[in-house]
């Protein structure tokens, strides 16, 4: 499945910048997903450094996915997915 969020809005309002990204549902296609704890929000077009890291989620625990099985990223409209000040 797509791996790439959508930008629902992004906007800076009183010195404070809010980016909200659409939510997010990832499908396990051919066959299981090994075990994973983290998501990584990074910016796949800057130069320098490579592939910059923007933001991780932790589950707190390891989750698996077996095949067909979706998992829905639900990022927060209202709080949105990053806010910087």
């Not at 910048?17 to 075990?35: E, N, P, Q, R, W």
């Not at 991780?56 to 077996?66: I, K, M, P, R, V």
Request: hydrophobic share 40%; no cysteine; net charge negative.
């Amino acid at each position: 499945s797509a791996r790439v969020p959508t930008i629902s809005s992004s906007s800076q309002s009183s010195g404070t910048y809010k980016i909200v990204l659409a939510d997010l549902v990832l499908t396990a296609g051919g066959g299981a997903v090994a075990a994973f704890r983290y998501l990584d929000l990074y910016d796949d077009t800057t130069v320098t450094p490579t592939d910059a890291l923007i933001g991780f989620w932790d589950y707190g625990s390891d989750l698996t996915l077996a095949d067909t099985e979706t998992l829905t990223i639900d990022f927060s409209a209202s709080n949105g997915a990053l806010q910087l000040a």
